[in-house]
């Protein structure tokens, strides 16, 4: 009978687990009211979504929700006694790739206020996507003693942006035409400097993989860019454009 017991002990505790649909994380538990990682502000310290997707790969990223009895709201000239906060099930995140979505623990979305919760972006994007990099928004639902208010996240309020970014099947490139060839920036993984095929380009931007911009070349000289001396090794991106049209290639760095 013990035995009996204990199996079903353990069936109730792996459901339990299984209907969390994420697990916050604990370093933000002392952090003021917001969604964690903060979007990417102009020199802030906000880490953005800084997991790349591929189209056709699982993805999964998980977002940190701290509510706390009252907030602060720019534009708002009174400290709101907060009651929860909440996001619609479906239909709250906008400007996801197809085949990511949403899900949230508490399951209904319903964060009370002195808690913290946790928002799960997951699944596959499909190759009906174009590759390029996405800016999903939130739709918050702020629950206070005067009523509910209502806002973006990023936006207005809280300025910022997050950035999804999304690469083709073999995880290397990100771009509006699909018919640009993977390796137009050569050689990569690259030493420190790169060429291009291309003659024509423009508006050349080297950033790190959530999107934010760490250098800018209007125009490339001699088909030649060199990447700064000292950023770290890893995985950046380089947009540019030619013949009207975006471009995003991954890059390795690896000096």
């Not at 013990?2 to 952090?31: M, T």
């Not at 399951?107 to 919760?117: E, L, M, S, V």
């Not at 699909?178 to 080297?206: A, C, H, K, M």
Request: glycine share 8%.
């Amino acid at each position: 009978m013990k035995k009996i017991y204990f199996i079903l002990f353990l069936i109730f505790i792996s459901q339990g687990i299984k209907a969390q649909n994420c697990v916050p994380d604990n370093q933000y538990k002392d952090s003021t009211a917001g969604v964690f990682p903060r979007p990417i502000t102009e020199g802030g310290s906000g880490k953005g979504i800084d997991k790349i997707a591929c189209i056709n790969k699982p993805y999964e990223f998980v977002f940190t929700v701290v509510i706390p009895d009252t907030l602060r709201i720019p534009g708002v000239p009174l400290l709101l006694n907060l009651t929860h906060a909440k996001i619609d099930t479906v239909g709250a995140i906008s400007n996801l790739p197809k085949g990511i979505t949403y899900a949230c623990n508490p399951p209904n979305c319903i964060y009370p206020k002195k808690t913290i919760g946790c928002l799960i972006l997951k699944g596959t994007p499909d190759n009906t996507n174009a590759p390029g990099i996405y800016k999903p928004v939130i739709k918050l639902t702020i629950g206070t003693l005067l009523g509910n208010i209502e806002i973006d996240y990023p936006g207005a309020q809280f300025p910022g942006e997050y950035l999804l970014a999304l690469l083709d099947e073999n995880c290397l490139i990100a771009t509006k035409d699909i018919n640009i060839v993977n390796d137009n920036f050569f050689p990569n993984p690259t030493e420190g400097w790169i060429n291009s095929r291309e003659d024509q380009i423009f508006n050349l931007q080297l950033s790190d993989l959530t999107g934010k911009i760490i250098q800018v070349q209007n125009q490339v000289i001699s088909n030649k860019f060199l990447l700064p001396e000292n950023l770290n090794n890893g995985f950046y991106l380089l947009h540019w454009k030619s013949n009207d049209k975006s471009y995003i290639q991954k890059v390795l760095l690896n000096r």
